[in-house]
T-cell receptor, first 113, second 114 residues
């Protein structure tokens, strides 16, 4: 089956610093990736996505980088704010997974004021 | 615009009891999903429905049944609850475009089976 994993289960950063959250995926056929943010007591919320024909995509204060050679995905958050404290999940989808997204186990980000 | 609404938010069951988790979305999405979230396991797909009238098994369907009542509603039923089904359950619907698919999640149901 699929496996999507995160290198670090927890991450603490100072307010104002940049955060980098990493994700490894195992299925080289996966062609669509999404980062979700989950705040305590809430469902996951879409942050940013990227297709496999891209290496980088930028949003508001967030950037996703995709390295297909080593099957690695990262989420960069610029000028991290206390409101960024949450659990972040990566998810992958591909032609052989149908409608199924496979989620990683999550990284808990804590922003220190 | 409420998005995806799940009920109940919390539920405690005894082993062997049955219950139905309700989910409704008001975004006119075709696809709906049920996930469970366990510590250290991430989100795992139980069942999904690509359109009204169709349902398909996901990664962990055993012990569950679903009904896509209409385009808005997708329910999850536990016929005989087991402690292994203690989890947080999330319903989701998806907005699909030519090159993207965004999942919108409800706020979850925390289920404990004793």
């Amino acid at each position: 089956g699929e496996s999507v994993g995160l290198h670090l289960p927890t991450l603490s950063v100072q307010e104002g610093d940049n955060s980098i959250i990493n994700c490894a995926y195992s299925n080289s056929a996966s062609d669509y990736f999404i980062w979700y943010k989950q705040e305590s007591g809430k469902g996951p919320q879409f942050i940013i996505d990227i297709r496999s024909n891209m290496d980088k995509r930028q949003g508001q204060r967030v950037t996703v980088l995709l390295n297909k050679t080593v099957k690695h995905l990262s989420l960069q958050i610029a000028a991290t704010q206390p409101g960024d404290s949450a659990v972040y999940f990566c998810a992958e989808n591909g032609p052989n997974t149908g409608n199924q997204f496979y989620f990683g186990t999550g990284t808990s980000l804590t922003v220190i004021p | 615009n409420a998005g995806v609404t799940q009920t109940p938010k919390f539920q405690v069951l005894k082993t062997g009891q049955s219950m139905t988790l309700q989910c409704a979305q008001d975004m006119n999405h075709n696809s709906m999903y049920w996930y469970r979230q366990d510590p250290g396991m991430g989100l795992r797909l139980i069942y999904y429905s690509a359109s009204e009238g169709t349902t398909d098994k996901g990664e962990v369907p055993n012990g569950y049944n679903v009904s896509r009542l209409n385009k808005r509603e997708f329910s999850l039923r536990l016929e005989s609850a087991a402690p292994s089904q203690t989890s947080v359950y999330f319903c989701a619907s998806s907005e699909e475009g030519a090159d993207y698919e965004k999942l919108f999640f409800g706020s979850g149901t925390q289920l404990s089976v004793l």
